[in-house]
């Protein structure tokens, strides 16, 4: 790979060198600037060496794949001052008095009155520093420190002299040492401390992170990398265990988008970008650098913080206009998941319960709360499945962010439905990994329905309009992601169905559970959902390259990396991938296939087990595969084997072949059935004349549920011709216009595919108002090659171009030029 690669259909590198050393701990400190949209500020990474950490790593060969940095020299420090940041205030409750750093007088302590712990110019991308000459590179033998890293524009680079901290002597029993010999152990003593000392921690970190710099430190950058060297540190082992970076973000960064919100307020969001995280902070990207981090943002005293932490941070006013949020997370996991969204968002309350009523809520646990009879497998953090008053926690404390118009019907839906689908994903897989939750309804470009990230849940407008289905199966299905895809990590990012179909399989479950369906009908409704998946599946494997279709595309070397820790996610830039849904379709029939194989009983409970056994953990998909088999009777196994689903369901592409043939032999549902009887009566309308014979009886149509509106109008767009009065009594008759995201595109496609000029309207305002979803709308007003549609397409397109998600954007753009 070099500078030429094409960033939107290669696939994605992880360059940072995992194999040699890891960070530890993040600790964030920004300021944001909506005048120029940048985050500004500085990063300090706390580092340990990896398990290769004295071979001598050079990045031309041993960082990845990219020889790109071959243009890029290193940057040696001139004399300079670090950019100036805005002064911090700091909750100063608990803590240790005699913390203080030298020639600073502010203090940072962690409490947990707010927290929920345990609670029940260069074609790089990358701008150098301007500060820094460029004079080659210092000799091949340094170890270099490779970060993932674009868009960004690194002002400089320091160590940072941890020694300096008062107080921070108790850390390390070398006090004969000089300050600088110092500096690595007290990282080495402060990164082991026990999880029971996690606010002691946290007050270190902060601490650290504030200490002045020892030293600049030459840096280099290339297209998907930072650099950093010690002149003379030749192992990973003897480079610095503190380092801070000072630089900003670009407008036009991939990590964040920069927009407006439905009340036409400013607000940046992360929005889950193919690149991660890469473009909002330097970090390590392979998911294996499993870190925590905290964070302190400051912005206009107007905008809301909302980030991925365990507290619930409240603003503090640091001057007239201005404030501060913190937030921290303790439980170690991908610098991928971290999220942040900031913008003027207004806090949905149930009408009878103020903030200070739902901060009652939170119980806070003691190191008594921990009980050791709970083995965890996972390296040591304050895991709430250890903690006595968590396991038992039905519904976490949550909080419902929205723009100031949604507030209404955020109110009347959203609201209710959050502490049932919580409650309900606690009846199936129990403890709750995480200790509270938000949910923000997220601006009208946001690419998806949903994201989940920890402690924090974006949900598209989409969702919440039209009824309760689809916002409680989407909340359902982000909640699910707690476990599966956050708690429990795919170790190989090829591997998403890990993720995706595991999420898609329990919101049929959860959202049965949240309604307290009696289990007949919590069945039937479930047969009706596989049923319109099985649609999309085919529809699916029929319009996309084979080779995007296989879940386990890397096969015997899925989860390998370089020597260094470098890996490719294979087809990670392809825009195509983003809005395919083969991982989930297909990860969610293998799981239900799983599931009738063993019996519900058998599987649910092994499912508890799995979770109990590996949350916190990476995964492959032979560690699931293998235990549920372990699990399972052996007269239920049959012929199943890890190698035989690998064949069928995860090395292959198309339809997996035991799918195949049980939708082959499968009977159709109840409610599948009475769409059909539905359909004849549409067809007989259809081929009605427009006079009807007085004594002939009008059609008389059942009410359908949402999913069975989905399936009929499928079904109805293999109709070859809809009459325009046929397409009008649809409407009428089910008031499509008003009903959820999902129905309303199934009658978007039929308006398109028959030219119902009078449901033009309709397609205009789905394609503004649900960006997430009607992506391929455009497609088929082009494809009909109708001079009206077209026409529509590129109005839609240049109302929403400025403010579409880029990855959309582009697709939009080869469907429209």
Not at 171 to 195: G, K
Not at 253 to 261: E, F, M, N
Not at 342 to 360: H, K, M, R, T, Y
Request: aromatic fraction near 8%; charged fraction near 25%; charge should be negative.
């Amino acid at each position: 790979m070099d500078d030429k690669l094409d960033p939107s259909r290669d696939d994605l590198p992880l360059m940072a060198n995992t194999s040699h050393i890891l960070v530890k701990h993040y600790v964030l400190d920004w300021d944001v600037h909506f005048e120029t949209r940048t985050i500004e500020g500085s990063i300090v990474l706390f580092l340990e060496p990896g398990h290769r950490s004295r071979k001598p790593s050079s990045p031309p060969e041993e960082a990845g794949p990219s020889k790109s940095h071959k243009s890029h020299a290193f940057r040696t420090p001139e004399p300079c001052h670090a950019p100036v940041t805005k002064t911090r205030t700091f909750s100063s409750k608990t803590g240790y008095n005699d913390f203080e750093i030298c020639g600073k007088g502010k203090k940072e302590t962690f409490s947990d009155t707010d927290g929920n712990h345990g609670n029940p110019q260069q074609t790089s991308g990358i701008s150098g520093s301007k500060w820094c000459c460029d004079t080659g590179h210092h000799g091949s033998a340094d170890f270099v420190l490779v970060l993932d890293c674009c868009d960004l524009s690194v002002l400089k680079v320091e160590e940072v002299d941890v020694a300096a901290v008062a107080g921070i002597e108790r850390l390390t029993r070398s006090h004969q040492l000089v300050s600088e010999e110092r500096r690595n152990p007290i990282i080495r003593e402060l990164v082991s401390l026990p999880a029971d000392c996690w606010r002691e921690q946290l007050d270190y970190y902060a601490h650290c992170s504030q200490a002045p710099g020892c030293g600049e430190l030459p840096f280099a950058t290339d297209m998907w990398s930072l650099q950093i060297r010690k002149t003379g540190a030749q192992t990973a082992t003897d480079f610095p265990r503190a380092i801070r970076i000072w630089y900003r973000t670009k407008p036009e960064g991939r990590s964040v988008t920069w927009t407006s919100d439905q009340s036409g307020r400013p607000c940046v969001y992360t929005m889950g970008s193919p690149i991660n995280n890469r473009a909002l902070f330097p970090c390590q990207e392979p998911p294996v650098a499993m870190s925590t981090w905290q964070a302190t943002v400051r912005a206009a005293a107007s905008f809301v913080v909302l980030m991925s932490g365990e507290n619930s941070a409240k603003p503090t006013q640091l001057r007239e206009g201005c404030s501060s949020w913190h937030y921290y997370v303790t439980m170690p996991m991908p610098a991928s998941t971290f999220t942040i969204a900031v913008g003027s968002w207004a806090e949905i309350q149930p009408e009878a319960c103020s903030s200070n009523d739902l901060a009652a809520e939170t119980a806070y646990p003691s190191k008594a709360d921990f009980s050791s009879a709970a083995v965890c497998g996972h390296m040591d953090y304050p895991c709430r499945f250890q903690n006595v008053s968590a396991t038992t926690q039905n519904i976490i404390p949550h909080r419902l962010f929205a723009p100031v118009c949604l507030r209404d019907v955020c109110q009347e839906t959203l609201l209710r439905l959050v502490p049932h689908c919580l409650s309900a994903a606690h009846s199936i897989l129990g403890t709750h990994p995480f200790s509270r939750l938000d949910v923000l309804i997220i601006p009208a470009n946001f690419p998806s329905l949903g994201m989940a990230s920890p402690h924090l849940i974006f949900l598209s407008q989409s969702a919440v309009t039209g009824g309760s289905h689809l916002c409680g199966i989407r909340l359902c299905h982000e909640i699910a992601h707690s476990w599966f895809g956050l708690a429990i990590g795919a170790r190989d990012w090829t591997e998403e169905w890990l993720s995706e179909g595991f999420a898609t399989f329990l919101e049929d479950v959860f959202w049965a559970e949240a309604q307290q369906l009696a289990p007949l009908e919590a069945q039937e409704q479930q047969e009706l959902r596989a049923c319109v998946r099985w649609r999309r599946l085919q529809e699916e494997v029929q319009n996309s390259a084979e080779e995007l279709q296989v879940l386990r595309p890397n096969r015997e070397k899925t989860g390998h990396t370089s020597d260094v820790g470098a890996s490719v996610i294979r087809h990670g830039l392809n825009p195509e991938k983003t809005f395919m849904q083969v991982h989930y379709l297909k990860g969610y029939f293998l799981l239900r296939f799983l599931a009738k194989r063993v019996g519900e009983e058998i599987y649910f409970s092994f499912l508890r087990k799995f979770v109990h056994t590996f949350h916190g953990q990476l995964i492959l998909s032979q560690d699931f595969l293998q235990m549920l088999l372990e699990y399972i009777p052996e007269e239920k196994r049959l012929e199943l084997s890890v190698e035989n689903i690998f064949q069928d369901w995860l090395e292959s592409s198309g339809i997996p072949k035991p799918l195949q043939r049980e939708r082959q032999a499968g009977a159709e549902c109840g409610l599948a059935w009475q769409v059909s009887t539905e359909i004849t009566k549409w067809i007989r309308v259809n081929r009605r004349p427009r006079k009807r014979k007085r004594r002939e009886t009008r059609a008389v149509f059942e009410k359908l549920l949402p999913d069975q509106l989905v399936l009929l109008l499928e079904r109805l767009l293999e109709q070859k011709a809809l009459h325009p009065r046929t397409l009008q009594s649809l409407q009428r008759t089910y008031n499509l216009p008003k009903q959820d995201a999902e129905v309303r595109h199934r009658w978007c496609e039929l308006i398109v595919k028959h030219k119902y000029t009078r449901g033009y309207g309709q397609v205009e305002d789905f394609l503004q108002g649900d960006q997430g979803m009607g992506i391929y709308l455009y497609g088929e007003l082009m494809l009909g090659e109708d001079s009206e549609q077209q026409q529509l397409a590129h109005k839609c397109f240049e109302l929403t171009r400025e403010q579409m998600d880029r990855a959309s954007a582009q697709v939009v753009v080869e469907m429209l030029f």
